[in-house]
């Protein structure tokens, strides 16, 4: 085996979609793992460290899923690309491969092609503890014996065996397995060979068989030259190679070769009667039934987050009002107290306050994958998806909106159909994602009463709800409409495979939880802080000397109606807000917002909040504090200090006829806006980068935000 870099070695973590390859990931690599990207590549990989009691290291990285090295989307081509191309920074020097023990025939096809690229490979059977359930017993001996690599029984679930899976890895990094498989797998046609030997020649790949697969995937393997495209053309023109023909005939001369080892070494349960799966799967998959137990699984979800949170939201908010109060007790007064105070610290508060609902959604969606049944909402709406211009792999994407649109729209690379994936890529972003949450819930609970309908569902929850619904249903309309527009003979169709239901492994659980939290708080803090300073500085300074004719103005104001010293400095911090750079571009815009009730401070929140829908919340905390001067700490009740944005708010009032800002009709406003509307720079992005084109960028933003604005108008009417 060849090293890699110092003493690190590079391995691989390969097999197919559910096969419990992140579990076995996780278990293997704990804390001591990171999300980056290939060189050229979009798509997230994950990596780790591994420490051996040998003392060496290895960095274990975990490839998308995938069926065969003839990939048919865009995340199976990076693992065909990557094995073809051993100069890449990233070629393993070896593989574990993991295999479902109880699919175990369909999961070898990709690994004897790996075999036969000549990469040291090690067989994990997975899930082995389910298979035991089920009556299944594996001859690892005899399997290891025919298949010419060593085979390794693990359970990701419970860590069954992981200690044996280091092991043998370890031998495999130091070249001391008891086997070796020299002898190719597939044995290529007489036409093949001749096409192999002309690549190598023309190309000096030494491996015949990947020889072969650059001859299949010339046309799209990155890291071929132009000129070596070109040769390849006429590599394969000259030998009238067939790709689709050849692909085929050797999937089945594999099928053929490798089935009777698994008859052999896998010995199945005589029957296999009605198993707990199959109970469940005729409740939970039931036609009728089966939808109706998702909704109801959903409120659940949705009622969760805001019984679940209340507590934990309350101590975010003392521990930053405990905070901001003694930072400003013990700085002097000044410009940096004040930034530190009324910019930074509000802004992050806006955010922070915020974890726990985006952690229990994180934790409920990551035990649904968990137990097996997000398999079974992408069988059940797979009939209904195609309705929209979608398929069933669609949900995946939908669902995985509800945490952030850029990783759900890359996940749409799974889906074959072009048309398909346009369709999901462009109305992924109307499902509310964790970003949305922060504005749903200061919105909510500052409209909505926290009373129970028919004693049972909290109003507060239904709103949330019926936003989530608000989303689904706009993105199912557009993708209908879009499936009219575009139209293509594209075949489609689906294909997937239903696990075992099974208890979720906790560990994976807390780790994709702290996993997703910390990358949405780290994600969007860096936001915010840069936001919270630049708005801190719009807020406080204005052009030439405006802010403090402002002031002088506020104090003559005061002196005439003769304002208490509290009422007094509240109007000059109104007078200086409005006179600042900020107060300038929510004036400049509010004639175009004040139809669907917003004012020029949300018109300021709507401008931050394209960098981020979650700026939204630190952007009003921001304001509110710079608007409204509070009064020396030590004279301040306890209700004082209890004075939170929402308060705030709720005193906020329109400067031309004193009504009340945030109204119900302008609460509810602003949810439909924020639940339709493209209000996230990054969602721009990916979808120019995953299209390809700033045409259907473009055509997305610009789309979804006249629909956000003319929803939220009707919304605003018919509640005024």
Known sequence: MTRGDAQTYKIALVGNPNSGKSTIFNQLTGLRQKTGNFPGVTVDIKSGKIRFAGGIEAILTDLPGTYSLYPTSSDEKIVA?????????????????????NHLEKHLLLLTQIMDLGIPILLALNMSDTAAELGIKVNIIRLSERLGVPVVFVSGRTGENIDRLQAELEKMMLGTQAIHKTAAFYTPTEAEKQLVEA?????????????????????????????????????????H????????????????????????????????????????????????????????????????????????????????????????????????????????LAGLSGILIFIPQIAILFLLITILEEVGYMSRVVFMFDKTMRRAGMNGRSVISLIGGGACAVPAIMSSRTIGNWQERLITIMVTPFISCSARIPVYLVLIGLAVPAVKIGGLINAQTLVFASMYALGVIAAFASGWAMKKWLRTREPSFLAIE???????????????????????????????????????????????????????????????????????????????????????????????????????????????????????????????????????????????AKVTMRAKMREETFSDNGKPVYTLATALSLLVFYALALQCMSTIAVVKRETGSWKWALFQFTFMSALAYVVAWLVYLLFS
């Open 199 to 239: 690549v190598q020649l023309n190309l000096g790949t030494e491996n015949p068989y990947r020889a072969l697969l650059i001859a299949h995937h010339y046309q799209w393997l990155p890291f071929l030259q132009h000129s070596e495209r070109e040769t390849l053309a006429a590599i394969v023109e000259t030998k």
């Open 81 to 101: 690309a990557l094995l073809t191309h051993p100069a890449h920074a990233n070629f393993p020097d070896g593989i574990v491969y993991i295999a479902d023990t």
């Open 498 to 640: 239903l696990p075992e239901y099974r208890m979720p492994d906790w560990k994976n659980v807390a780790l994709t939880v702290w996993e997703k939290v910390a990358a949405f708080v780290w994600g969007a803090g860096k936001i915010i802080l840069f936001v919270s300073i630049a708005l801190w500085g719009l807020s406080r300074f204005g052009p030439g000397n405006a802010v403090e004719t402002a002031e002088n103005t506020a104090r003559e104001k005061a002196q005439t109606t003769q304002l208490s010293t509290s009422e007094t400095e509240d109007l000059i911090a109104h007078h200086r807000l409005e006179a600042s750079y900020a107060g300038q571009m929510g004036k400049f815009i509010e004639p175009a917002i004040r139809p669907l009730g917003y004012d020029w401070k949300i018109g300021i929140a709507l401008l931050t909040s394209f960098a981020a829908r979650e700026v939204f919340t630190g952007t009003l905390a921001v304001l509110y504090n710079m608007g409204s001067a509070e009064p020396d700490i030590s004279s301040r009740t306890d209700n004082q």
């Open 241 to 344: 190679f067939q790709s689709l023909r050849a692909q085929v005939d050797e999937t089945l001369d594999r099928f053929d070769r490798f089935t009777p080892f698994v008859q052999e070494s896998v010995q199945e349960a005589p029957t296999f009667p009605n198993t707990t799966t199959d109970r469940l799967d005729a409740l939970l998959t039931h036609r009728i039934g089966g939808p109706l137990i998702f909704f109801a699984v959903m409120l659940l979800m949705f009622q969760a987050i805001f019984d679940w949170s209340v507590y934990p939201m309350d101590w975010i908010e003392t521990g930053f009002s405990w905070l901001n109060d003694g930072l400003k007790a013990a700085l002097p007064a000044g410009w940096f107290s004040d930034l530190l105070t009324d910019g930074i």
